[in-house]
């Protein structure tokens, strides 16, 4: 869809992106799906590739592009395989962006260019039992003792956990002031106070590995905070719109292979004496997924478009994340309807779209969450 208005440079990427994926990830998407797991060497790849630097700057190892090439570079790996695009995510737009947003110039130079190269992959742990949509509630602990910090608590459905080399964490430092309270520190994986967990079953997503870690009398020295002291979350709130872009950019990858599935069976399907095509009810459904996906894609590419140009683009990145997850799951359940009991069975990849789509709405702030921050604008 869309490609017109595309720089060379944009062209490029979504055409090598697009040709590693269909040669390297949809071949193996299913089984990865079941297996719970995809190859770490991907991350590897990425990075050989520059793809993990995407939206970093040449000075840590980046490839000095911004977020339109981010976008560009998420919604072709989505339309592969949604599980592989999460844990790449996690990995750049939350882990690292954290690091370059928050970090200080010896943190960046010290962690980001391996992380970029893809040698040491990290996850973003600020979900807890108790702390979901409502971010003040973080209950892990980060208390100052000398010149270290010691964490305890415990973080639930962190991506790429099982396998991070390293955490970045938000603990509260001052529990009586709330979400000015809270601090973020990276903490590597061989800290005897933190345990990754084992990877939790899950609906969708099957090749992303989400797990809990525990923290107990987890001791991370001062110079691994990153940013200000009972700051940084809130920083991390505000500048961390990437994410949210990436997200809006999953969507659209995933509504583009959910609409090429359907498009395809519809085609080749004869019932009542010719192609399902020719149906009415399939040609419309089929027009209103391509709308909406090309709708989103508009949304999404206008915020990133903004972000690059370094203007205000906090609402419209919502706006573009929560039409974008709304739509996409709404384009996965039609081709599940479309593609008929052949969809319904596993060895299908409309199931597989149609499981992996629905956390796009909940993760990256839900889409009550979006609507609020949008409705925040608002003058009463
Ligand atoms: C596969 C997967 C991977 C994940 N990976 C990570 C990760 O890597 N790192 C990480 O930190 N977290 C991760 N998460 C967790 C994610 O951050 C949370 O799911 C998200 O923050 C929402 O929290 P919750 O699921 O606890 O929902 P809840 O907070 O329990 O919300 C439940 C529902 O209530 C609604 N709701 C809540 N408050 C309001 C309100 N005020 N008004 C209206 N409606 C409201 C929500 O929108 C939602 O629909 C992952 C989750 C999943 C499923």
């Known amino acids: 869809m869309s490609e017109q208005l595309l720089s060379d440079v944009e062209a490029q990427l979504q055409a ?30 990425f990075g050989e590739l520059g793809w993990l630097g995407t939206a970093f700057p040449e000075s840590v190892g980046g490839s000095g592009g911004g977020s339109v090439l981010y976008a560009l570079l998420c919604a072709e790996l989505a339309r592969g395989s949604a599980g592989v695009a ?18 200080n110039d010896e943190q960046r130079e010290r962690i980001l260019p391996a992380a970029l190269r893809g040698e040491r992959v990290g ?14 509630s973080v209950a892990t602990r980060a208390r100052r003792d000398g010149d270290d910090y010691v964490l305890s608590g415990s973080k639930l459905y962190i991506t790429n956990a099982p396998f991070a080399d390293f955490a970045v ?31 939790m079953e899950k609906l969708g997503m099957g090749a992303a590995e989400t797990a809990e870690i525990v923290f107990e009398d987890c001791r991370v020295p001062s110079s691994d905070r990153l940013g200000v002291e009972g700051r940084g979350f809130i920083k991390a709130l505000q500048v961390l719109t990437l994410g949210r872009i990436a997200a809006a950019s999953f969507a659209v990858g995933l509504s583009r292979a959910s609409f090429e599935a359907a498009l395809s069976y ?8 010719e192609p399902l095509l020719k149906k009415q009810f399939v040609r419309f459904t089929l027009a209103d997924m391509k709308t909406r996906t090309e709708a989103a ?47 319904y069975m596993l060895e299908s990849t409309v199931q597989r779209f149609y499981r992996d789509c629905k956390v796009l709405e909940i993760g990256e702030g839900t889409s009550e969450i979006q609507r609020e921050t949008i409705a925040r604008t608002f003058e009463i």
């Not at 996850?123 to 003040?136: F, I, Q, R």
């Not at 529990?175 to 990754?196: I, Q």
């Not at 206008?302 to 929560?322: N, P, V």
Request: proline share 3%.
């Open 16 to 45: 090598s992106v697009r040709s590693f994926v269909e040669k390297e990830i949809i071949p193996h998407a299913q089984s990865w799906d079941r297996s719970g797991r995809y190859p770490r060497e991907l991350f590897t790849k």
């Open 297 to 343: 894609w508009q949304l999404t590419l206008h915020a990133a478009r903004l972000a690059d140009a370094g203007q205000a683009h906090g609402t419209e990145a919502s706006m573009a994340k929560l039409f974008a997850t709304e739509a996409c799951t709404w384009s996965c359940e039609r081709a599940l309807h479309l593609s008929g009991a052949q969809g």
């Open 86 to 103: 999460l844990g790449m995510y996690v990995h750049a737009a939350l882990a690292c962006a954290a690091v370059l947003h928050l970090g």
């Open 266 to 273: 519809t085609r080749e399907r004869v019932q009542f004496g």
């Open 123 to 136: 996850c973003w742990a600020y979900a807890e039992a108790g702390a979901g949509a409502d971010v003040t």
């Open 169 to 199: 964490v938000v603990a509260s430092t001052a529990p009586e002031h709330g979400l000015k309270g809270m601090s973020v520190f990276v903490v590597e994986r061989d800290n005897p106070g933190m345990t990754m967990g084992k990877p």
